[in-house]
């Protein structure tokens, strides 16, 4: 099979940001049915009195589910209000909510509602031909869909209507749906691509090669999330309500204006994407950027700093840039002052072309670790002008052992690594090391250096104990024009010892202060295997 292929069942909590899905099935509005059923039974034994029963039908038709009522099944709470939005606007035919909204999705009944978008967009839908590009069916839907160049099938000559659709196989038709909308914005190419892919997936390993530039695409713009963060289950299948909210929020993105009615009086724009969002800054390096929505005018933006609103405005950009070193810093810092860890909160709300706020946000945790400034200066006091031998450098080192995973005949086990590093960042690197031990990679490690005296005339922070190198053969230094200058290769998601860019090792580093190399844009390249604690 290839071309386009056939979301896991994603059911979102109500605590859950709007755009993070993760599994489960318990919802509190249960036990709102729950206590309908209770006044039903009650009214059927005569304690009830009409006026009661006439409040309760009133109540009722402000459900969400309300819009389904002639329906035999209903989508779930955390699906309600888009699938309302959906239904009010004509996307679902009449028909949709006959079979349960939680089932996996068809070929077929997905391409139906790209039929109904592309048609709600206000185009005309291609006459179907006498001859049938599709063997085993003569469905229209599919004819057409063909026609519009948004399916090829499966193979030559085949549709396959009632497969189940999976993840990667969806982004790929919504992908081509939104450029027949926005031909101006065209799918991002292979090598943005992967670069989203290799940094804020962890699982892109497991994409075929015909999605990974459409999935890209659709995740940076918002139009699908992950069923946790940095995971994307491209070969989990979608089920019919999260195809509904797919093709919605691909609509909205292009254009909410174009299918908004008198019927729909909230603006639903879909909530940008967050995955540019990092876990963790130093304080002098926050700069939050969130994904863009081309259909809005502008967003509504609230921090909050433990719980408590510290900064709030309304802008045109889709960046908060709190960087001491901007030379075009928009916002006042607000984390300037902080004398410890911070945590943080992001909510960013977009706005339609009238000022009306989205009914749906993005909602982003972020931590702020005190500037390493003052601690930095503390030690490199102490160790600057640089040690004038390795004896007087040696004096201001510490032994220390770490745990860590080790690869053996394909087994990761646990070992024990000494390291030399500088007695002020002893205790830190015992914590950035426990926290990789910790992680969910187990990511293994083969060889590790820190302390390493290169001379006098050095500027290593390696001479100063405050770097640490990890697993140099498989995490390159490389030169502006391509050129290997250490370590042979970089392949993260298919080398083991290999650094991903947002995983274990690199978000363990920065939580502390560390800078990783590729991070730091040095006019040498880029040193993949390189942790310091200046950023040098």
Not at 126 to 131: A, G, I, K, R, Y
Not at 292 to 308: L, T
Request: hydrophobic share 35%; aromatic share 10%; with cysteine.
């Amino acid at each position: 099979m290839s071309k386009d292929r056939p979301l896991t069942r994603m059911v979102r909590k109500h605590s859950c940001p709007s755009n993070v899905y993760i599994v489960g099935t318990d919802c509190p509005d249960l036990a709102i049915w729950e206590r309908m059923i209770l006044i039903i039974l009650k009214i059927k034994t005569g304690i009830l009195g009409f006026g009661t029963i006439a409040l309760i039908l009133v109540l009722g038709a402000f459900f969400p589910s309300a819009a389904f009522a002639n329906n035999n099944y209903q989508p779930s709470p955390w699906a309600s209000t888009k699938i309302t939005i959906a239904n009010t606007a004509g996307l679902m035919s009449e028909d949709f909510g006959r079979r349960q909204f939680t089932e996996n999705i068809t070929r077929r009944d997905f391409c139906e509602l790209l039929i109904n978008s592309y048609q709600l967009f206000g185009y005309p839908l291609p006459e179907v031909l006498d001859s049938h590009p599709f063997t085993d069916t003569q469905d229209k839907i599919p004819e057409q869909s063909f026609m519009l160049g948004l399916t090829s099938g499966t193979a030559e000559g085949i549709f396959s209507p009632d497969l189940p659709l999976t993840r990667e196989m969806a982004v790929v038709m919504l992908g081509r749906l939104r450029i027949l909308f926005q031909s101006e914005h065209k799918i991002m190419d292979e090598q943005q691509a992967e670069q989203i892919l290799q940094k804020y997936a962890k699982d892109s390993d497991k994409l075929s090669d015909w999605a990974k530039r459409h999935m890209a695409d659709a995740y940076s713009r918002g139009i699908i999330a992950g069923t946790d963060i940095g995971i994307l289950s491209p070969k989990d299948n979608v089920t019919r309500e999260q195809a509904v909210i797919l093709a919605l929020n691909t609509l909205a993105y292009s254009d909410e204006s174009r299918i908004n009615t008198t019927e729909i009086a909230e603006c639903f724009l879909p909530a940008p994407s967050g995955i540019y969002i990092s876990q963790y800054y130093q304080k002098g390096e926050v700069n939050l950027t969130w994904g863009e929505i081309p259909s809005a005018s502008a967003y509504e933006v609230r921090v909050y700093k433990d719980g408590v609103l510290a900064y709030s405005a309304r802008t045109k950009n889709h960046n908060l840039d709190f960087r001491t070193s901007s030379q075009d810093n928009n916002s006042t810092n607000i984390f300037i002052n902080d004398r410890k860890t911070v945590r943080a909160v992001l909510e960013v709300v977009p706005l339609d072309k009238t000022g009306n706020p989205s009914m749906f946000s993005l909602r982003r945790e972020f931590i702020v670790s005190p500037n390493d400034s003052q601690r930095v200066g503390s030690i490199t006091s102490r160790s600057q002008p640089r040690f004038n031998s390795a004896t007087e450098a040696l004096s201001h080192m510490e032994d220390i052992d770490v745990p860590v995973w080790q690869l053996a005949s394909g087994t990761k086990k646990t070992a024990t690594i000494t390291l030399t590093v500088h007695k002020d960042v002893a205790e830190d690197v015992k914590k950035i090391f426990a926290d990789i031990y910790n992680g969910e990679e187990k990511f293994p490690i083969k060889n590790c250096y820190g302390y390493s005296y290169r001379g006098i005339t050095s500027t290593s922070q390696h001479n100063s104990g405050l770097a640490i190198d990890i697993n140099p053969d498989e995490n390159y230094f490389i030169g502006r024009d391509g050129t290997i200058k250490a370590g042979k290769l970089w392949k993260p998601g298919e080398n083991p010892y290999s650094i991903l860019p947002d995983g274990d090792v690199v978000r363990a580093f920065k939580k502390y202060g560390w800078h990783w190399s590729p991070d730091r844009v040095w006019s040498s390249g880029a040193d993949y295997m390189h942790f310091s604690l200046s950023g040098t």
